[in-house]
């Protein structure tokens, strides 16, 4: 009888150790501090299909004619903009980007909030995605004054900054020599952040018109 009670108690003694040793690795996953994110991304990108970055539940296997399973610069641009979950500030000279633009229908259509702020010179010209972003119900401002807004960044929920001479352009994901940095530094977020809010303000159409290919609409969604 003591035979078997000591190889109940044995095996219960291995059971909860090998249950405490599981307990402190899922602890020690938990409370490991989340790495940040600092990354150097240069152009022109590698070709190759950006599908399963649209779609990276999807089981439907792309036919298209580009190498698939391809880390490119391109894709990880694409990651960081669709990890937005509830805000997306876009200050980008020129937007003509179909993939980008996917991006921000995507993320709009999930209900995150985007602010885009765009050149007008630019915004007027065929091919510029403004028109779509103002049709989907996005938030898109004009400069003033015969400057450009020649600025190319992005804030993703106010915590993740893109920046560099990428324009969201084909020419420049694809042909252009390019380059951005992803940053979730606060100390260079901030300014960042406290720009685009300032030139919100200054663009707001309620004081001035916007010359682009829509008018605004008489409730300021533009
Ligand atoms: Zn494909």
Known sequence: MSVVWTVKAVSLGLVTFSLSVELLCWLRRRLRPRKTINEVLFFPSEMACVEHIFNPTSRFTCLCQLPHGVETSFSRLLSHILSASSSLDLCIFAFSNMDLSRAVLALKSKGVIIRVL?????????????????????????????????????????????????????????????????????????????????????????????????????????
């Open 118 to 222: 765009t050149d007008k010179d630019y915004a007027a010209i065929k091919g510029s995605q403004t028109g779509v972003l103002r049709k989907a119900g996005i938030c898109v401002r004009c400069n003033v004054g015969s400057v450009y807004m020649h600025h190319k960044f992005a804030v993703v929920d106010g915590r993740l900054l893109i920046t560099g001479s990428l324009n969201w352009t084909l020419t420049a994901v694809q042909a252009n020599m390019e380059n951005i940095i992803v940053t979730e530094e606060p100390d260079l977020l901030r300014p960042f952040m406290e720009e685009f809010n300032r030139l919100w303000v200054v663009y707001d159409p309620a004081q001035y018109h916007c010359s682009s290919d829509q008018r605004p609409s008489h409730n300021s969604s533009l």
